[in-house]
């Protein structure tokens, strides 16, 4: 079964740092490109960034571009997401997800886990 | 604001037809990036509802079908049931930006 378990999320004060995981389970990992997406309470979706499947190509959103680092070690079949200079505005449920396309940009994010909850409050 | 545009929300009966739009503009579904769409049930993750403007992945009820034309998209949903309400979401790619955009979500409703 193709899973993904995102996990390290928590209460940060401002300015903090928190390192979020995301384990992948049942698919050749290093074979898709993945994604982090987070969703702010009572908001809707939005895409943070993206990292190719063998990890030199790195996409970021400007809300987050400077701050954000992702990353992936395909020997443990993990991606990450590094969250430095926290904000109020990055609290939101962060989720993982696999890519899946034709193309590098044109895909479709097919596999999602349940996601992990950063709070950034004093 | 999302560059691709979605109605806050629609609403339907049990049985009934309604359709969510997706409009976006010549750097992203104009330029022939696909878009998908996505549904999000209360307090549970996204799921991949259709992808590639109009293809169902498996396991997904035939009642819900998407198109692409121009610069907008659709997704139609027939046969409303109590259990389609749901956030749904539409995504694509934009050139100009050089990411992954999610459209605002539109709230169904069953009635």
């Known amino acids: 079964e193709v899973q993904l378990v995102e996990s390290g999320g928590g209460l940060v004060q401002p300015g903090g740092s928190l390192r979020l995981s995301c384990a992948a389970s049942?698919?050749?990992?290093?074979?898709?490109?993945m994604n982090w997406v987070r969703q702010a309470p009572g908001k809707g979706l939005e895409w943070v960034s993206a990292?190719?499947?063998?990890?030199?190509?790195?996409y970021y959103a400007d809300s987050v571009k400077g701050r954000f680092t992702i990353s992936r070690d395909s020997s443990k079949n993990t991606l990450y997401l590094q969250i430095n200079t926290l904000r109020a505005e990055d609290t939101a449920v962060y989720y993982c997800?696999?890519?899946?396309?034709?193309?590098?940009?044109?895909?479709?994010?097919?596999?999602w886990g349940k996601g992990t909850t950063v709070t950034v409050s004093s | 604001q999302s560059v691709l545009t979605q109605p806050p929300s629609v609403s339907g009966a049990p049985g009934q037809r309604v359709t969510i739009s997706c409009t976006g503009s010549?750097?992203?579904?104009?330029?022939?990036?696909?878009v998908h769409w996505y549904q999000q049930l209360p307090g549970t993750a996204p799921k991949l509802l259709i992808y590639?403007?109009?293809n169902r992945p498996s396991g997904v009820p035939d009642r819900f079908s998407g198109s692409k034309s121009g610069t907008s998209a659709s997704l139609a949903i027939t046969g409303l049931q109590a259990e389609d309400e749901a956030d749904y979401y539409c995504?694509?790619?934009?050139?100009?930006?050089?990411?992954?955009?999610f459209g605002g979500g539109t709230k169904l409703t069953v009635l």
């Open positions: 997800a696999k890519a899946r396309g034709s193309t590098r940009a044109n895909y479709h994010m097919d596999v």
């Open positions: 049942g698919f050749t990992f290093s074979n898709f490109a």
């Open positions: 990292i190719s499947g063998s990890g030199d190509a790195t």
């Open positions: 010549s750097s992203n579904i104009g330029a022939g990036y696909d």
């Open positions: 590639g403007n109009s």
């Open positions: 995504q694509s790619y934009d050139s100009s930006l050089s990411g992954w955009m």
